[in-house]
């Protein structure tokens, strides 16, 4: 059975490389990887569509994937703040109380323990409902809102179980009074590869395939007789069956006849883009962490990363790494920005901040990633399974992060692509 595989980032590969169908993937750009691409170069290593760090829960996944890597690890802690008032805040926020001047410290634990939000409904008032008036209009809205880049109370509350941490209260007294806790600790130590980036990992599902052919950009798909054609404009590919891990938004405009319906449905699932501004700087001694959370709208990144505390292959010697991230939505005016403009804010913030030397800049470079983050509105399940049985009632299968638009990690990624295979391999007969 030939099976044509839409996109080779982490899912297109790991579904090619592990079934015994007869599979060749289709990869719009020039090499494969999608969000899990790094930029190697003067001797720094970013991962260009935003940090990746390997941790999971499922010890299963996270041993495939490192064991892909062989020796090519790094295990790191996490030692990642919030930049609050000009203070470093120990993430996650109410493990970092006691980092606070006495009156902010003193406003979240009073308002965390006389706390009578009613139910919530939305994830504002989950907020609310959760952590208190204090710790909430401090860190968890501000935050929330810039990198959802929507109002809170226009978001569903059904997804925060597991990716929103919720520590137990005693954690959040004993912070408030200066006892360390850790919170959210299954991603407190995790793994990076030492050379090459987050980009080693999609690198070694890609050799256990047969086919991959990149610059494809798929943008036909159709039915002949009992074939998939599938078109990028110049060639034909023709199969038996297809797996689909490509935006569903690239897929529906690539199928003719998408009933209205269907459309419209697709059109409502909200997604913000990012901007990932990438720095080298010739010094050590400006402060360095893990990741740093900024909830402070005067800057327009709300978080950044140092590849080099990942691994000390991150950045020459002597000389420091740092990404900021910006989210972002076509029309709102900062993804609008030009490259230059965009340097030049980031810049001037991370001075200002202490964080880097302008004057000691040597590397620079910028990505944009537009489908990057689900946005969990109200009406998305509704939506979204409007799209999903359309796609699934073609025959076409779909997963992966932008497939099928939820917001999943790598080790869910290369799960639900696991299972995709059995499947495939299952229902569909093996030639030969
Ligand atoms: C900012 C950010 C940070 C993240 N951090 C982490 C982290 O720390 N740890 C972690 O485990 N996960 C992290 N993730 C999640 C991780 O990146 C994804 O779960 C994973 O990469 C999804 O892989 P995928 O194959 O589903 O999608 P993608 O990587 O998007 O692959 C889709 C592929 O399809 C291609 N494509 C698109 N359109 C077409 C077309 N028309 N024709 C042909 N090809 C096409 C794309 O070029 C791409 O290669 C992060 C994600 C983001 C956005």
Redesign the pocket.
């Known amino acids: 059975m030939r099976v044509g595989v ?9 579904v090619a490389g592990y079934s015994r169908h007869d599979c060749e993937v ?4 020039s090499r ?6 790094s930029l190697v170069q003067d001797g720094y290593t970013f ?1 260009v ?8 829960r499922n010890q299963e996944v996270l041993k495939l994937m490192l064991d892909l890597l062989g020796d090519n690890i790094e295990t790191c802690r996490r030692n990642s703040k919030i930049f609050y008032k000009g203070r470093y805040v120990k993430y996650p926020f109410e493990n970092g109380l006691y980092d606070l001047a006495p009156e902010d410290r003193f406003a979240c634990l009073y308002h965390y323990v006389v706390n009578d939000y009613p139910a919530p409904t939305n994830f504002k008032e989950w907020i609310y409902h959760t952590f208190g008036k204090g710790i909430a209009e401090a860190y968890m809205l501000p935050y929330n809102e810039k990198i959802w880049n929507v109002t809170a109370d226009q978001m569903s509350m059904d997804w925060v179980e597991g990716r929103v941490p919720r520590p137990p209260v005693e954690d959040v007294i004993k912070s408030a009074v200066g006892v360390e806790t850790e919170g959210y600790t299954h991603q407190l130590n ?1 793994q990076y590869p030492r050379s090459g980036g ?1 980009e080693c990992v ?1 690198r070694a599902f890609a050799r256990k395939c047969r086919k991959i052919v990149c610059d ?4 036909k798909v159709w039915r002949e007789k009992d074939e998939w054609c599938v078109g ?1 404009g110049k060639t034909v590919k023709r199969y038996d069956r297809l797996v689909t ?3 569903i938004d ?2 529906l ?2 199928l003719p006849g998408v009933p209205r319906h269907v459309l419209d449905a697709c059109a409502a699932l909200r997604f913000n883009s ?1 901007i ?1 501004v990438m720095l080298g700087v010739a010094r050590q001694d400006l402060p360095m962490f893990s990741s740093m959370y900024v909830p402070d709208r005067e800057y327009l990144f709300h978080r950044l990363s140092w590849p080099n505390t990942f691994t000390p292959e991150g950045a020459p010697q002597g000389c420091t790494a740092i990404m900021a ?1 910006i989210t972002t939505n076509a029309g709102d005016g900062v993804h609008e920005l030009s490259d230059e403009a965009l340097y030049a804010h980031c810049i001037e913030g991370l001075t200002k901040m202490g964080m880097v030397d302008a004057d000691a800049i040597r590397f620079k470079a910028i990505h944009r ?1 537009k ?3 689900v946005v969990r509105t109200f009406d998305y399940a509704t939506h979204l399974k409007t799209v999903l049985d359309y796609v699934s009632s073609l025959g076409i299968v779909s ?6 638009f939820e917001y ?6 290369v799960r639900r ?1 696991l299972e995709v295979v059995k499947r495939i391999d299952r229902e569909w007969p093996i030639a030969g």
């Open positions: 839409l996109g080779g980032g982490l899912c297109g590969l790991a289709l990869e719009a750009d494969p990887g999608g969000h899990c691409q991962d569509g935003g940090p990746h760090i390997l941790f999971s995790f987050i999609p494809f950009h798929v943008s990028d891990t490509i935006p690239n897929l405009s690539a990012i990932t991230e990633t489908f990057a983050y997963v992966g992060r932008n497939a099928e999943i990690n790598m080790d869910e990624a692509s």
